[in-house]
């Protein structure tokens, strides 16, 4: 079985509605099958591999345009999204896997306030289910829960429930597979930002860096000791550490087959924006493995502040590159937001 890939225009999916815009991804892949086989008495009939799973995203994405010769039996393949904002900027591009398991979901302009919004960066292993769901429950779930508690004082609380809840709802979907999640929501002149898994958020504060959240790996000695005392294990494979012997990452959304270890409740920061907070990172782990916090951060505002003016998303696909040149695999997903504009 084969995917095949072609690359195209951007292609991003968008909900309009009176009190918000968003603007979600979605990446399609679809397998095709060809065989041929001869048998003869004398050679031994070969058996036909175990099918390969490859996950299709609902056909009832919309797409704001949809590109060119790239149409195949209906679905849309491609290999990068570019997207660019006035507030924010994303730019997607797939690894070597056989389809994009990344996504990613912006809304600017909540509840009719345009200093109000929420921001995510979804990346999913085993397929693209669970990212894909989040990437489309989460900032409901979350905001949800935010208004039946009515007070910004239980805001932590809010997003530890809108996660847990977008957790059991998916699992309730009973397919494989699982995500990482970093979240930022914008409210009220306060940054919080959640995440679960090894996605990264990176603040830059008067040109200095600073993460905003710890990534929740097996090896990490507090979440180590929380998987061995609920009788789990953690043990190096395949040059790295790895929850039962398999999953590099210790929170996330979904992995139903672990779900006694891995946890989706999140770690969250809240604080105040200044007006030395200059923008934002979200970015999946195929940044952050091959680029450092800092090197991002210097990237962004040599080509886009510092007197530069240049888009967004050029610095986006230039730490991309960055990525790749040195030699990562995985899909890279990076989100710029101009924390400015919320101020």
């Not at 790895?242 to 087959?257: C, E, F, K, P």
């Not at 240049?310 to 730490?319: E, G, T, V």
Request: with cysteine; charged share 25%; net charge negative.
């Amino acid at each position: 079985m084969s995917c095949a890939v072609a690359v195209s225009n951007n292609l991003m999916s968008t909900v309009f509605s009176p009190t918000n815009s968003r603007v979600s991804s979605s990446l399609f892949c679809k397998p095709s099958t060809s065989s041929s086989s001869t048998t003869t008495s004398a050679v031994p009939k070969r058996h036909r591999p175990a099918r390969i799973d490859i996950p299709v995203v609902p056909s009832s994405f919309l797409a704001l345009e949809t590109p060119k010769g790239n149409d195949i039996n209906g679905i849309i393949t491609r290999r990068e999204i570019e997207v660019e904002e006035e507030e924010f900027s994303v730019y997607c591009k797939k690894g070597r896997k056989a389809a994009m398991e990344d996504r990613y979901s912006a809304s600017v302009g909540l509840l009719g306030d345009p200093k109000q919004a929420f921001f995510g960066v979804y990346d999913g292993h085993g397929g693209a289910k669970a990212a894909e769901f989040a990437s489309k429950h989460m900032e409901n779930n979350i905001m949800n829960e935010l208004s039946s508690r009515g007070a910004d004082e239980q805001i932590e609380e809010a997003v530890k429930s809108g996660y847990l809840l977008t957790d059991s709802e998916f699992l309730k979907e009973d397919v494989r597979g699982g995500s990482c999640s970093v979240t930022a929501l914008i409210r009220n002149g306060h940054l919080v930002v959640s995440n679960a898994g090894d996605c990264r958020a990176v603040i830059s504060r008067g040109g200095i860096s600073a993460p905003l959240t710890d990534d929740h790996k097996p090896s990490r000695p507090d979440e180590k000791e929380r998987i061995e005392a609920l009788g789990g294990y953690v043990d190096y494979v395949h040059g790295g550490w790895r929850l039962q012997g398999t999953l590099a990452v210790s929170r996330g959304i979904g992995d139903q087959h672990l779900k006694q270890w891995v946890i989706a409740d999140p770690e969250t920061k809240i604080f105040r924006l200044e007006s030395d907070c200059e923008f934002l990172i979200l970015a999946s782990d195929g940044l952050w493995e091959k680029v450092t916090n800092e090197e991002a951060v210097d990237v962004v505002r040599a080509l886009c502040f510092d007197g530069n003016k240049r888009p967004l998303l050029s610095a986006c696909k230039k730490i991309a590159a960055m990525a790749v040149s040195r030699g990562s695999n995985d899909d890279i997903t990076v989100m710029l937001i101009k924390l400015g504009n919320f101020i």
